[in-house]
């Protein structure tokens, strides 16, 4: 059971090029499989789960074998409190985008392909442990995007797709960059030992470089994927271009390489300048909030505003993970996979208007709750959880993130920041219901008589996520308690 | 006779059975388009339940050791060094007496409800709202942390939301429920700054233990006041006190029985709850009751001038409802927590009691509009009966509950902050005015529409006439000082000495002429016609306009600060900035690449000279630097 | 002078010489090609004799035989087999030059690889004319306009270049007194900083010699020629350019800087790094920004390849800082990238020769939508772009996060930023021809027909580009067996 997470990367993989290679397969079977294997993967992912050692704060399911040994890069795997979750999140994410793709007509075993490849390099980057495995990881997911984006996509999807490359190469050049002078400075690409609690020397203390230009090198790589606030322009044409399938997993799984790329290196790497530079950053995250809560306000395209209800949403991430306190990272983490689920299920509902309507912006809708009750009550319920509703996810990790940053000792200015914050959870119920009302609620349109409701397979997994996101909102601990020990190990080299 | 006290399971039954209720009901909403009974049986049997433990819970409140009994739950969230969360139940007088209120009105209502939503189409998804509704209102009020208080808060929010908003059709509905929300939700916002400010503090979230350290001033100073007060914007949001009452008129557009429960008698009592419960905090607090008091008072004479003007029935019962939690608010600044909750407790009763006779009216005529009725006495007696007699103790008139509430207000008032006193005085003679105004133009008179008018049918009226009863006799529970008794605990009165003897106090007199001389002017204006009001409406025109504005608040928050100030205004900017700005910046960058590009590319000409040169160039600079530096 | 050590080179001119023969001799144009591949094979197979042995000079000095040299053997070998394989088609089509064009290829790849072993001045400039010229003849091979437009002006650029080596060489030798560099290496070892002045010569005879190697590699100053040799030659002929011709400047370039530019004042060479490092900035940029105006592919490669010199250029910028006198200094990065820049170019070149139908030009839109015309071709240009690229699971990506240690190991931070940066605006032009190939709809319908060998070179190529990421311990195994330590 040693190698179960090589296993959980490399089999989408494998399941990719023998889809590549294998002639003349029927649309039908490339699907069944293509779900076949999500599923495998999902069901290891929550045997892992299942027993992971909830008391333990370190590494688990750890595999080492040299890779590189010139460099020192050896192949090394494991998963701790952190990436865990989002390491199921992933994998429940990537069946829901496969069963989603059961719709796709044109080129339907290259969809397949892609996705599959996609699904293992985001699997591949939360389980990673050295630097250039995790970039390795890092820089495949940009193929699989581009094509998915720019050959199914709907809209201006060639130069978005081409502006997403962009920005996430240009991110992850600086992320090369500062992986260099990491290896530089220490000798060792390592996560684990790199860290300063295991005596490698942290980075901060060798001189012949400081350590602050490294710090924001990565900060800058990961910023671009969050996406934080001036590094954001690629995610509202990204988003409302994608196929409904790419949608789920970039804003549920590839929005939170950046928050966990921000944890496992920028914080546990350079604890003394993320402690020095945590205003700067959290006056970022606040400004995300409320900055993407009003340009949400503003659309008129339905995909552009769930795109910037995540931006608000992640900026609320990045204010549990800079006030480096322990509540507010572990609200943070909560944060991550909440947001995951409830904006999937946003944009799958938003997916099934817009395809049953075709008419993506909102002004042109209406009513549609007496045409599409199914959908219309999925929309809402996600809604409620995107505003934080208690008994929702969203509302079990806002309010951790927002009392752990209220109160946390390590970032005395923290408190205001919070306090500003919560601003961005009034601009969401507002954004939130301003949308219900105008595309749900109202008179029926004649236009929309002969519309059909979500099938049977879409109620399905639209139930299935519901019922998730109420389960995590009832009892938050079902996570909490995976996350709390991994956190307690990093903010404790911060005094937090 | 010895009840045994309640077992901690029954308690946690309060809570469950609605909750249950609306669980089973809620999956039934489409398949089954037959039959839609059960779901109003289910409902009602869960709440029926629910009002009998509260009554045996109030009992063994009644004789608990020291009034009060503790049930500790299931652990919510704990986080290692971090917060620990786990939600109990907090059962002492104040909660006993809400539990018995709300359980009543809400079953009272849902009777109603089976014959008023009876041609409804969606009927299932009607009860399973209002068993929601209940059971987040009982849960907010038994929960014994702060946190599991706020959690059922905002289940109200959404269920009021929901229930405004039923007829999803309607724009006006869905904007009033929207609406609703919102501002709920910008006092919600106040009530979770309050929270995140003590628990970093106390690092506690449990009731009992915040109520002490404000006591033993583990508490104190300005934080105490911040947190208090955002305690009581909380409370403003949800009861729809002075600068967030907007919503409360507009959220009438619901059914008449969910403005009878939800906007009469329980949820926006649940802000005078929140602050009675948290009473030690604003006692502590230095400035905190003299702004509960004054924002009480203000919004009492604010709203209760509105409902002099206003020509929809339930529009008037919602003036009123904000003008009377205005006095509540008032007397629990004053007179201390039993003061507020008493009112409470009657003008639960009496109004849930209107809005059902509204509702009966609109059953009649099928309309709400007073100038289309009057004369209504005769074809719907049992209707006019119960409206009359709430209306009686809205007023304030002796025998029933009303007077004795408003009395203990009255008294509380003048003897801690006579200014305020004047607000009150004035407060009862607009209520016994615009009361019985539309007591007149309903019942008086003759009839104004051409429905054919027909008396409700017996299961609207039976609830009805069950709520005349605690409407009449509900004020004679603290004749001998018992409901005082259960909070104070000091000594009981002789029963007959209470009602009879409070005649005696000047103070009541004073309050009787008010109540009379309103009723009295209203008479005069509607059914001796001396002063015609139009001709009033004339005379005082400005005064007229301004009161049918609602003071321009409206205007006030909707047109300028959300629309022309936000929206247009300060969104728009943010959206040009980053339109123009940061997808700019982007696509500058790729245009300076693409035109370094195209300069470069121009020396390409493809001229051998010029290739030839650049070479030998090259070579003559690389030496000079090498030689040089 | 012991001749024996030079085996694998006779055996090749020998194979050269009776290539001519067959192709005069007998009408049956494919012997030629056999005959070719068989002596390259055996070539191979003398020089995997001689390697493992200690180091030893050949011809009292003019030609070592270290582990570079044996290296640098191997690979131009490789890739001339590979070349010729690819060409088979393409060669087919003008029968008359079959032999010329077989003889030419071999002596150009014999120049290069005496080119590689050469250390003395002499050996120096007689292997580099060598290959240059018999890649002068094989540019004009088309006879079409285009081709010997672009032929006069390599012939004519190429002899100014000579010249200006030589001027270096002779000005070198004059000041050192010694022909051989380890003469001169001794020479320059002795220079104390303070005279420096007198020595100048001896500066501007270096720096000239610089330049020259700089054209035959075709950085920033010295890069004009290349888009139109480039385009104008025939496609083979632009593989065997950018790959073999390229490597080998690169392979003597090295040698000569170790060699002749490692001063006790560090001051002095700390310059000479400093401008390396310039140009090699310069050539990356200016490659990079020229590349995502070009139309037609070939051009569009050019610069590609020029940007890719530049990020070569960089690792040799650090030679004259780390002063140690064996080439060794270098360590497996740079020799790591070049087999993965020669794999990924061989990749896209080979399916550039089977898929173009017109001789000269062809524009990116010809290639469009070649995923459905033949998804070998589409998958093997994909994969050699995002070689070149940097793309992770592919070898590129590991020889520049090599290259990028190595530089940063010697402070060259700024260096490093600029590569980082480089990459992504290179990114660009290789996603856009990624995106004709998978996206657009197919320019012409008629499906590409070609023989086994140039499917034979993408495979090996594809699967090299693959392999080495995965398992790149095979790569350090060669280079330890090779007799190179780290």
New interface residues.
Partial sequence: MTHILSVIIFLPLVAAIALAFLPRLPAKAIKYSATAIALAVLAMSLHLFANFDRSLSGMQFEVINP??P??SANYHLGVDGISLPLVVLTALLGLVSMLISWKIETRIREFFIWLLVLESSILGVFCSLNL?LF??????E??PV??LI??WGSGSK?NSA??Y???T??GS??M??GI??T??VTGSLEMYVLEPGNGMGSIAMVPV?SSVPIFFMFLAGFAVKLPVV?L???QPDTYSDAPIAVNILLSGALAKMGAYGIIRICISLFPQSSQRYAPIMLTLAVIGII?GG??A??QTHLKRLIAYSSMSHMGFVLLGIFALG??SM?GASLQMVSHGLITALLFITAGIVIEKTDKPAIASMG?L??QM?ATATFFVLAG?GALG???TSG??AE??T???S??STVVDSA?WF??VA??G??LS??YI??TI?RV?????LSGFDNVRDAGKLERFYCGLLVIIIFVIGI???IL?SVI??SV?GIVSWMGG | MHISSITPEFIWAILWLPLAAFAVIAPLIRPFPGKAEPASFISIAAVGVSFVLSCWLLISVWNADGHQILVNGLNWLSITNGPVFNFGLLLDPLSAIMLVVVTSVSLMVQIYSRAYMHSDASYRRYFAFISLFTASMLGLIMSANLLSTFIFWELVGLSSYLLIGFWFHRPSAVAAAKKAFLITRIGDIGFLAALLLLYSRTNTLDILTLNSSAVTAVLSGSVLTLAALGLFLGAVGKSGQFPLHIWLPDAMEGPTPVSALIHAATMVAAGVFLVGRMYPLFEAAPHALTVVGIIGAFTAVFAGTMGLVMKDIKRVLAYSTISQLGLMFLGLSVGGVWVGIFYLFNHAFFKALLFLGAGSINHATGTFDMREMGGLRKKLPWTCACFTLAALSLAGIWPLAGFFSKEGVLAAVWDKQPVLFAFAIVTTFLTAFYIFRVVFMVFAGKYRGEQHLHESSKSMLLPMLILAVPALASGWLNANGGFEGLFEGHATHGFLEGIVGLLAHPLAWISLATAGLGILLAYVMYIKVWIKPDRLKGGLHPVYAILTRKYWMDDLYENLIARSLLYRGAFQIAQWFDHVVIDGATNGVAAITKAAAKHTSRTQNGALQLYALVAVMGALIIALVVILV | MNLDLLRPEICLAVTAVVVIAVDLLCRHKWLVTVVSIAGLLASAGLALSLSGGASQSIGNGLFALDAYAIYFKFLFLGITLLAILASVDYVNRLPKLNGEFHALVLTAALGAMLTAAAQDIISIFLSIELTAISLYALVAMLKNSKSSESAVKYILLGAVNSAILLFGLALVFGFSGATSLHGIWQAVHSIRPENIAENAGFLLGSALTLSGLAFKIAAVPFHMWAPDVYEGSPTPITLFLSTVSKLAGFSILARFVIMTMSFQSDALSNTFGITLAVISAASMTAGNLLAIKQHSIKRLLAYSSIAQSGYMLMLIATAPINSSPSTDGYGYSLLCYMIAFALAELAVFTVIIIASKHADHDTTDDYAGLAKRSPLLACAMTLGLLSLMGMPPLVGFLGKFCVFIEVAQHGLVWLVIIAVVNSVISAYYYLKIIRTIWMEAPASTDNIKSSIAPKLVLLVSCFGLLLFCVLPMLLIKYFEWLGLHY
């Fill in positions: 890779w590189i010139a460099l250039l970039f390795i990881f890092w820089e495949i940009v193929i581009y094509f720019s050959i060639r081409m502006k490359v962009l920005f190469l240009a050049a600086l090369l960059a260099v002078c290896y530089y470089m001036p954001h322009s690629w900055y009003i340009l306000l503003r322990q509540t572990v009513g709750a007496r009750p409620l509703l208690p008994a509302f079990a309010f951790t927002l009392l752990g209220f109160s408190q919070t306090a919560l601003l959870v009034l119920a507002v219901l301003w009302q749900f609620y109202g008179p029926a009892c938050p601990t909490t709390q020990n307690t």
